[in-house]
């Protein structure tokens, strides 16, 4: 057992010590914790608190404990508890005296916050390049398809045209948030603790802006019991995520419905959808089902730590050692999620004839006829109500509103002419030519902007 056990008279309980065991969660943080340690010794050398000798001595045996963990030959032990001891034991073990001086003028509390913040970093920065390949996927998509018209939804209900590049846009707009706050996160990580000890600060006169330095934060804590006892990096992440996967969810949604006999917009490619056990015919979504599925694991992952940090009064307690198992699962489902959720929409097929077909069946034109008549110099309201009363008509006899005739339509209004017959798809496209619109002109600078945006995002 650990030779921090020194002012007890009693072996820990084995199944206390099992269950106080981190080691199976946290030995993912293995090449932060050395990175940690080596800036630290480099630190504890520079200021004479050890020799040059032993800094040497300690980094190269911590360089080794880094071979050996990433070959596989280092045995974790349980009983050392948690990574951080079983890298130390093992240093000591290799190196003798001088492993022994590492731990000088830090505490694991402040251990363990650098290393989170080391693995927080990192996971935020592969996120935000998985984000910008999925809008890329998007932005290939849209690019394809631009002239693709399809209906507009409310309430699932087909409500005006719209261009499907500018569907697609939007989920890009939702993506470039996520990464907007995930950059945010970043500042707040960007942090470094070491050096604030177990509550107090440390006793020696360090450098903590060297160590920075080392280890790329820009700056250092400015309180050691804050340092040492917030989460609040993980929980931000957590959130973040967790608005990222809810609009993974949202587009998985739509796939599943798009996908569907009912729709038939698109189809999934093989890869990305799996059969019935029972049913033959069956071509099952189960990627997006399971992205949509998979949101709900994150969430559970922020309330967890939210409900954890609630009642913890300053400074560190043993509750806090239940942050990294939910934070490693938020930030592999998430990153995986991204992954999948790429491939998926660069091997999707557009059913573009369907989609059209779609767009301009019904009564989806209705709006249209409303700004026709306010165009004629009625007012909207009462144009909507002569609008509504002209559907409800169409509707009663089976009928769509370009099989009417112009004395039908006149019957509801005067104002109606011949060249309401010229009212289209594409001149209800074509119409919403604002900045944010649906018009082609708009989606095409949408287009480049968001290209502009992501910029290149490698492969």
Known sequence: MSNIRGRFQKEPDKTAAKYSASIFIDWRLYPYDIQGSIAHARMLGKQGIITKRETTIIVKGLESIAREIESGEFKFDPELEDVHMNIEARLIEKVGAAGRKLHTA?????????????????????????????????????????????????????????????????????LQRDTGRFSDCLDRVDVLPLGSGAVAGVAYDIDREFVANELGFSRISMNSMDAVSDRDYIIEYESAASICMMHLSRLAEEMILWSSSEFGFVEMDDAYATGSSIMPQKKNPDIAELVRGKTGRVYGRLVSLLTIMKGLPLSYNSDMQEDKEGFFDCVDTLLSSLEVFKGMISTIKVNSNKMKKAAGEGYILATDLADYLVKKGDAFRDAHGVVARLVAYAIQNNKDLDELSIDEYREYSPLFDDDVTSISVESSLAARDNPGGTAPSQVEKALKKAKELIGGTGG
């Not at 830090?106 to 693995?119: C, E, H, I, P």
């Not at 809008?135 to 998509?141: G, I, S, T, Y």
């Open 106 to 174: 830090r505490s694991r509390n402040d251990q363990v916050a650098v290393d989170t913040r080391l693995y927080a970093k990192d996971a935020i920065n592969k996120t935000v390049l998985n984000i910008k390949l999925l809008q890329k996927a998007l932005l290939d998509l849209a690019e394809a398809n631009k002239t693709v018209a399809m209906p507009g939804y409310t309430h699932v209900q087909r409500a005006q045209p719209v261009l499907l590049a500018h569907h697609l846009l939007a989920y890009f707009e939702m």
